[in-house]
């Protein structure tokens, strides 16, 4: 039994499993992606419409599949309208990931206890004055198509410097202000807004500025209210609320520690410990895609007995045998065209003319009738014979 069921995974090969790690590192991109932007609901849509199509095959309800095959004809089209935004953003990842690692690798300078202590004991200041601030702390993402406006400045961070920023007499108070390194680059940015009124609450602009970033790309924000006097912080598309100085020093610190990491003997094991459903659900639909997309369209042969059917008689007469009464019918096609083909869909239906005595009909396409994605291989026997005799009248009941 064991062998039956590694049977089909001996096919893959090298080359295909190759292929299903490709498409798995794909599609989990594609499954971490849809959890920071809107994609995700649109993708379980898809993939409940994909469900409902499958079990309208199964079931023979041609209708309904006929008007989702229709649908999958243009969702590619709809996706490309819906996600515009959101496909740019993923292309642009994917064509920049290598040069953007090897750059920030080399210019990325970690920030020392005292730096972190610096936006620690500034950001608090300002929410015990309920001065308003939003704080960007670049990580290894590009994040310069998502700023709009802003000054240069290229000062080393300082509680000074900071203060005077968000002063509400300066200029630029109502911006951002980016931190690169342990430098002020830019202040005064604008930041896109989420639109995630779930996450945001009743909360400000800045903190769907801030939120809307990290929806985008792997920076940290650090927001303070001026009507609450509160802190938060938004990474990856997450807003929390900080309550005490020493939780958003050590969210900082372990922030830099993931964007810069040190170099860890145990490497390789991280992988396989964060987001590991997800991964699961990645690899399982790679293999299944590969067993329907690749396997199925291989040239495949099914043969099936079909029981032979025949044309009304006039009155009078009758069929007294059918001799064989069933045929073994050999199809070929792609192997995914018999997955969902039963008996019930192939019919074998043989005229007969009004005449007694036996009758011999040599079986070809003109007698059947079966799925368009088939083609009919051999009938064996094609030859079969009916007996056509008189009906038996029927005795007439005595009265009571």
Excluded at 30 to 51: C, D, M, P, Y
Excluded at 70 to 83: K, R
Excluded at 183 to 191: A, C, D, R, T
Aim: glycine letters at 6%; aromatic letters at 8%; charged letters at 25%.
């Amino acid at each position: 039994m064991l062998q039956s069921l590694l049977l089909p995974f001996k096919e893959i090969g090298f080359s295909g499993f190759l292929d299903i790690i490709f498409m798995t590192l794909l599609i989990y991109t594609l499954l971490v992606w849809s959890k920071r932007t809107r994609a995700a609901f649109v993708l379980t849509g898809i993939l409940i419409v994909a469900g409902v199509y499958l079990l309208a095959r199964q079931f023979s309800l041609n209708l309904t599949a006929a008007i989702f095959e229709q649908f999958f004809a243009v969702i590619l089209i709809a996706l490309v309208v819906i996600f515009q935004g959101e496909l740019r953003y993923f292309f642009e990842r994917i064509a920049v990931w290598s040069l953007n690692r090897r750059i920030l690798r080399k210019e990325m300078v970690r920030l020392t206890r005292e730096e972190v202590e610096i936006l620690v004991r500034t950001l608090t200041d300002l929410a015990r004055d309920r001065t308003g601030a939003l704080v960007v702390i670049r990580g290894n993402d590009m994040m310069v198509r998502h700023l709009e406006g802003g000054q240069e400045c290229g000062g080393r961070l300082s509680e000074a410097l900071l203060k005077s920023l968000f002063d509400s007499h300066s200029i630029g108070h109502d911006g951002a202000v980016v931190v690169k390194e342990n430098l002020i680059s830019k202040f005064s940015v604008q930041l896109p807004l989420s639109k995630n009124m779930k996450k945001l609450g009743n909360r400000g602009t800045r903190h769907a500025a801030a939120l809307g970033l990290t929806e985008l790309c792997d920076a940290l924000c650090v927001v303070v209210s001026e009507e609450r006097g509160t802190i938060s912080i938004t990474r990856n598309g997450e807003l929390t609320e900080i309550h005490k100085p020493e939780q958003l020093a050590q969210i900082l610190e372990e922030f830099y520690r993931d964007i810069n990491p040190k170099n860890d003997p145990k490497e390789w094991e991280h992988p396989f410990q964060k987001n590991w459903r997800d991964k699961l659900i990645a690899l399982s639909l790679s293999v299944a895609l590969w067993f329907v997309l690749v396997n199925g369209s291989k040239t495949a042969y099914r043969t099936l007995s079909i029981p032979i059917e025949y044309s009304d008689l006039p009155a009078g007469l009758e069929v007294d045998a059918v001799l064989p009464q069933d045929v073994d019918v050999t199809f070929r096609g792609v192997r995914r065209s018999f997955y969902f083909i039963r008996q019930n869909q192939i019919e074998i239906s043989v005229p007969l003319k009004p005449e007694k005595g036996p009758q011999r009909v040599r079986l070809g396409l003109g007698q059947m009738s079966f799925p368009k994605n088939l083609v009919l291989e051999t009938i064996e026997p094609n030859l079969v014979e009916i007996v056509v005799g008189e009906a038996e009248k029927e005795t007439p009941k005595p009265d009571n």
